[in-house]
């Protein structure tokens, strides 16, 4: 006879990290029942994370977060990688166009305080120990003797994912690089930038600032190796830094310091039957960039809406696979950008030294090239595939258009607001169009209805139908209603 679990819900996520707290948030918000099982007995103040790129902020500011989570904060138009090379954010396309320097355990109160505000449980010291799953459901069990059952789990519990190896899923890849200390400082003497970053013949040094006086220190010395949880003294941080930096800021006391290594994988599928992986479960890489966190909680953002479609009975199996069709391709290219920053910045061959030469040489001012990766770093050039017959703007992020009512409302639609990423804080597909759409009023309570603020600019004949997730879904050049309705009913479900 069969056990009765302890707990029961919709969603069952492991691992309370960003990814988790976000993709929490999300289900609760839409009234999706989701326990969060952490291992961690209490909160952790050391982090990794420091950047919070534009693409992400937008996706908070999606979520009503993004302006609360900028004061904790300081903007960078141009986050600097090494010696003069680095990449310019200032000319995107966004209303965020800079990367925001904040710890990451910011990120992490703001979307815990949202998730249990919206209903999600956490519960703390519940270590995932096995794993079951059959055509209804999936059970967790914990070191505790409890069990968890759900419709669905979601592995949000870091690179060494108990999850993933329950599952059997490989992590494939390699060791970057070894050695990496890691430490909580204090200085004597600010840094005049935000990031502080070099690299030469000596090592690497990275440099940034809590904000409460403590300052994160990455280092790699090119000499020395040690293995991992070695703990660096204040004097060999000070001299890597002299050795790197030409100055050591007064570093004088240290509360934390370890040695880790940094690997390139990715596991093959971020699905296994009824249970997904995301964030650093799925993939993790170098940290140059800062594209960790932000890859993990863009992740989330895919996920979350699919699944509460998927629970609500409004969609087919097919769209919890576009999970892995449209998220594995991201993480491909992370590792890749990731990997080439790292290795530019701790070059040992003398091609890739001259190399780096070069390109702190120009300043870094190669515009085809700062310009595409800076979109490509920021998460806004980030775009997914789409049927070869589609509209050229399906699957493209949209940005934050100026909308407006429309000239005669969809009855039973809720007010427009003015920015879409306000629209988009419903949790719900947006439908933007200048025409009249009655056809629409079966899927309202699925959807916000609006209009371009400009009706003769570029949108002035196109209906766009945007994700919650802010990427096109459908978009047609004056379609019939017919059109319209087919369109809905694919991506909304059979009209109420």
């Known amino acids: 006879m069969a056990v009765k679990p302890t707990t029961e819900t919709d969603v069952l996520i492991v691992g309370a990290g960003p990814t988790g707290l976000l993709l929490a948030g999300d289900l609760a918000a839409s009234g999706v029942g989701v326990t969060v099982l952490e291992k961690r007995s209490a909160e952790s103040n050391l982090t990794r994370a420091f950047g919070v790129h534009a693409r992400t902020l937008e996706l908070l500011d999606a979520r009503g977060l993004a302006e609360e989570l900028i004061a904790t904060g300081r903007p960078l138009t141009e986050l600097r990688l090494f010696d003069r090379f680095g990449i310019d954010f200032g000319s995107l396309p966004t209303r965020f166009p800079f990367v925001l320097i904040t710890p990451q355990y910011n990120v992490e109160r703001l979307l815990l305080d949202r998730a249990e505000k919206a209903g999600a449980t956490v519960l703390r010291g519940a270590e995932v120990t096995g794993l079951r799953q059959d055509a209804e459901g999936v059970t967790l069990e914990t070191r505790d003797g409890r069990s968890h059952r759900a419709a669905y789990a979601v592995a949000t519990d870091g690179v060494h994912s108990t999850v993933r190896d329950l599952l059997g899923i490989p992590f494939p890849g390699e060791s970057v690089v070894d050695s990496v200390a890691l430490a909580d400082v204090r200085l004597e003497r600010e840094p005049a930038q935000a990031i502080t970053a070099a690299a030469n013949q000596a090592g690497f040094v990275f440099i940034a600032p809590f904000g409460d006086g403590w300052f994160r220190i990455i280092a790699w010395d090119r000499e020395e190796r040690y293995p991992d949880g070695t703990t660096p003294s204040a004097e060999q941080l000070t001299a890597l830094s002299r050795a790197v930096l030409g100055e050591d800021y007064g570093l004088h006391e240290v509360r934390w310091s370890s040695t880790f290594h940094s690997d390139e994988r990715q596991a093959p599928n971020y699905r296994s039957g009824r249970v997904f992986l995301a964030g650093d479960a799925a993939h993790c890489h170098s940290p140059a960039g800062g594209l960790g966190m932000n890859t993990g909680m863009q992740d989330a953002a895919n996920l979350s809406w699919k699944l509460a479609a998927a629970l609500r009975g409004r969609a087919t199996d097919a769209l919890l696979d576009t999970y892995q069709t449209e998220r594995h391709p991201v993480g491909r290219t992370v590792l890749r950008t990731s990997g080439a920053l790292i290795r530019l910045a701790l070059a040992e061959s003398a091609p890739t030294r001259a190399l780096r030469g070069a390109l702190t040489a120009?300043?870094?001012?190669?515009?085809?090239?700062?310009?595409?990766?800076?979109?490509?770093?920021?998460?806004?050039?980030?775009?997914?595939?789409?049927?070869?017959?589609?509209?050229?703007?399906?699957?493209?992020?949209?940005?934050?258009?100026?909308?407006?009512?429309?000239?005669?409302?969809?009855?039973?639609?809720?007010?427009?607001?003015?920015?879409?990423?306000?629209?988009?804080?419903?949790?719900?597909?947006?439908?933007?169009?200048?025409?009249?759409?009655?056809?629409?009023?079966?899927?309202?309570?699925?959807?916000?209805?609006?209009?371009?603020?400009?009706?003769?600019?570029?949108?002035?004949?196109?209906?766009?139908?945007?994700?919650?997730?802010?990427?096109?879904?459908?978009?047609?050049?004056?379609?019939?209603?017919?059109?319209?309705?087919?369109?809905?009913?694919?991506?909304?479900?059979?009209?109420?």
């Open 362 to 496: 120009l300043g870094g001012h190669l515009d085809p090239v700062t310009e595409r990766g800076a979109r490509l770093v920021s998460g806004i050039g980030i775009s997914y595939p789409a049927p070869r017959d589609a509209h050229p703007q399906v699957g493209k992020r949209v940005p934050d258009l100026r909308l407006t009512a429309l000239s005669k409302p969809v009855e039973g639609a809720p007010a427009a607001p003015e920015r879409l990423y306000e629209a988009l804080r419903a949790g719900k597909f947006v439908l933007v169009s200048n025409d009249e759409l009655a056809a629409a009023e079966p899927w309202t309570d699925r959807m916000v209805c609006a209009a371009p603020a400009d009706p003769h600019g570029k949108l002035r004949d196109t209906v766009l139908l945007i994700r919650p997730d802010g990427y096109v879904a459908w978009a047609a050049v004056d379609p019939g209603q017919g059109e319209l309705r087919t369109a809905l009913t694919d991506w909304l479900g059979a009209p109420a």
